[in-house]
């Protein structure tokens, strides 16, 4: 039973006006090319190239080092410079691929050429999709193979393609699903042929209504898809938001949407499986906005990995006249990455990049105050949390409780508690830097068995 809408979520203003007009334009870098072995979920990639080895675009540079990762795919034609430590968005060092980009992007194949896929079985479909090293576009980068080979594919209901894009400013798969609703309609169909028993739900807020056009019709007709319009709420986008209102069911707060019959994946990662069965391309580029009111041309593009952000922005017109930009996001503000510096590559899950005039963030420093115990981030919580709670075991070091009594680590870090709190009380972060350490003491414990 369809749901009307999720549990919890905000409406924040979602700024997408700056963006939502401007048609996805293809970037072609003139620097250097920079590769993280690690743009995914799971183990970092092995480089299978060296110094001065010559490299087209689409050709593998890196190899998965075990089932949950994922192939590195070089993105220009060149020569490999180095293969060494570099700085990436979060603003560590990371073992990287770099490139020296020739400019002319010679391709390894030609991918502009349809193959008959009518008779491939999903054992192909599957083998196509990771080789072409696809992962989540939605933010996640989770390897997209793994997720289309759960336990049981006949128990599998729904194949749900997340076209949402509820985070402010961004407006790139908007975009996407306007002008390649077929090619995802196409996706949607191959995966289809994995799971006998899904039926396809295309889930795209009512602030698209091109969006939703454009997908209506692409899938009129094709008896296993539909479109279904959800109300504008954030976070519309998350899983188990679309899987509450599609699925109408809850999971298991440490479960998977295999578990409760449900496949979700990015509308961008959809339309990368078509390209790699049909085509044969590997991902190594995709759908990126470019926004914020410090922005002086905001837009949506088409990039390739391992761009720098600098660079695009550079050739996107640079800051706005007279604008001082305070800060810096790697994807939006609800969910986005601080970025100290934009000399950092593109890397494949990354969608958009946010730069904004006014960081709330400092205002709220500024306006905190003691928790007011009013309870509105509990009311918010899409995954039904109590953040108040989850708070105060940190501020005593009681991560036992945080973890074990609260379940802490299935936060979703969506930021909308931090959104509503009337202290201005910075709950995701204080989240986030939680989880991480949680992690970080459970990798060492690991290490000393």
Excluded: W
């Excluded at 039926?199 to 795209?204: A, D, H, L, Q, T």
């Excluded at 986005?336 to 946010?354: C, D, F």
């Excluded at 949390?385 to 940190?394: E, F, R, S």
């Excluded at 680590?409 to 009337?422: K, N, R």
Aim: proline letters at 6%; hydrophobic letters at 40%; one cysteine or more.
């Amino acid at each position: 039973m369809v749901k009307s809408t999720f549990r919890g979520g905000v409406h924040p203003a979602d700024h997408k006006d700056l963006s939502r007009e401007a048609p996805l334009r293809e970037f072609l870098p003139k620097g250097e090319m920079v590769f993280p072995l690690s743009q995914h979920i799971g183990k970092p990639a092995r480089p299978i190239v060296k110094k001065g080895d010559a490299v087209l675009a689409g050709q593998r540079i890196a190899e998965a080092d075990g089932f949950v990762s994922a192939h590195i795919i070089c993105s220009c034609s060149g020569t490999v410079k180095a293969v060494e430590p570099r700085r990436t968005l979060t603003g560590g060092m990371m073992d990287c691929i770099v490139v020296d980009n020739d400019g002319q992007f010679t391709p390894a194949a030609d991918y502009t050429k349809r193959q008959d896929v009518s008779k491939l079985d999903g054992d192909e479909i599957v083998r196509r999709v990771q080789e072409a090293a696809i992962v989540g576009l939605g933010g996640a980068g989770f390897p997209t193979h793994v997720k289309l080979r759960p336990k049981d594919p006949a128990g599998i209901r729904y194949l749900i393609a997340n076209g949402a894009e509820c985070e402010p400013y961004l407006t790139g798969n908007d975009q996407l699903m306007r002008t390649q609703a077929e090619a995802i309609a196409e996706g949607m169909e191959l995966i289809l042929c994995l799971f006998p028993n899904a039926e396809g739900v295309v889930g795209i807020e009512k602030n698209k209504p091109e969006a939703i056009a454009a997908m209506q019709k692409a899938c009129a007709g094709k008896a296993r898809l539909r479109v279904l319009p959800l109300k504008t709420k954030y976070p519309q986008g998350g899983e188990r938001s679309l899987i509450q209102v599609i699925a109408g069911v809850d999971f298991p707060i440490t479960g998977l949407p295999a578990d409760v019959g449900c496949i979700v994946d990015n509308v961008g990662t959809i339309y990368a499986v078509q390209r790699a069965v049909v085509y044969g391309e590997p991902l190594f580029c995709h759908a990126l906005t470019l926004s914020g009111e410090a922005a002086k041309n905001p837009g949506n593009y088409i990039v390739r990995d391992g761009t720098s952000f600098q660079e695009l922005l550079d050739a996107a017109g640079g800051l706005k006249d007279g604008v001082t930009l305070k800060k810096a996001l790697a994807g939006g503000p609800m969910m986005g990455i601080a970025m100290a510096s934009l000399e950092v590559p593109i890397q494949k899950q990354n969608n958009g990049l946010t730069l904004l005039a006014e960081d709330e963030n400092e205002r709220a420093e500024l306006e905190m105050t003691a928790c007011l115990h009013c309870g509105r981030c509990t009311t918010v919580c899409p995954m039904g949390l109590l953040p108040q709670l989850m708070a105060d075991a940190v501020s005593v070091g009681d991560l036992a409780r945080y973890e074990g009594k609260l379940y802490g680590l299935e936060c979703i870090q969506c930021g909308s508690c931090t959104y509503i709190c009337p202290a201005k009380r910075p709950l995701m972060q204080t989240f986030k830097q939680t989880k991480a350490e949680i992690m970080a003491r459970k990798r060492a414990a690991g290490g000393k068995k």
